[in-house]
């Protein structure tokens, strides 16, 4: 089976035949861990570089993410059976008091589609609920997302609180949402933002890939 026929089935959101394809490459033997690397993943690439030229817009991602997400259901338990975890975890979530998700979410689905391991929290969730989940999965990168202008100020006191707890420098903090903007995120000390959920996933690639090269060149 051509692997390039499941890419275009993500870029085109073709979510039945993404997962009709990907049960049937698994049951003629190909390994999950090719689908994934080789099919899935350089469809959410695609999908992520037309987001960012305009030629896609957030209906569009939607449904191919819809398309990986479903493949991978069928994916996801036979990674983990085979011990073929992702090298890379994220949590993402909500800041507390602020009950919108969509945007994370969005996030959440194209970082999985990037071959990270997701961890979504959703909605509300406090900064002790954040560091919990990133010791517990031992997570390398938070996302943090806040809607409204009342509720930002949370993502400060997840930053803070990484700093009381001296674990700041053992992750990467990602913020976004509508309120939020580059010089919110350099005042709290965030690692980046980006107004979109594409270009956000393409910074958090592009800086884990810098982050893993630095360490093997140590």
Do not use: W
Not at 97 to 117: C, K, N, R, T, Y
Not at 163 to 184: C, H, N, S, W
């Amino acid at each position: 089976m051509d692997l390039n026929e499941l890419t275009n089935y993500v870029v085109e959101g073709k979510v039945v035949q993404a997962e009709s394809f990907t049960v049937e490459a698994l049951a003629e033997g190909m390994e999950p861990s090719d689908i994934l690397n080789n099919g899935l993943i350089p469809g959410m690439d695609i999908v992520g570089d037309k987001f960012q030229s305009r030629e896609y817009f957030m209906p569009e991602m939607l449904v191919s993410a819809k398309a990986m997400k479903q493949a991978m259901i069928h994916i996801k338990p036979l990674l983990a059976k085979s011990k073929e975890k992702a090298e890379l975890t994220a949590i993402c979530g909500t800041v507390v008091g602020d009950l919108h998700d969509i945007g994370v979410s969005l996030v959440a689905m194209m970082l999985e589609g990037a071959g990270f391991e997701v961890v979504l929290l959703g909605s509300d969730n406090t900064a002790d609920e954040f560091l919990s989940a990133m010791e517990k999965h031992e997570a390398q990168v938070l996302c943090l997302s806040a809607l409204l202008t009342t509720t930002i100020n949370g993502m400060a006191t997840v930053i803070d609180r990484a700093k009381e707890l001296e674990v700041r420098g053992k992750m990467k903090i990602y913020v976004g949402g509508a309120p939020v903007t580059d010089q919110f995120s350099d005042e709290i000390g965030a690692d980046g933002f980006k107004p979109d959920a594409a270009s956000a996933v393409k910074m958090i690639k592009e800086d884990m890939i810098t982050l893993q090269k630095n360490k093997s060149d140590d």
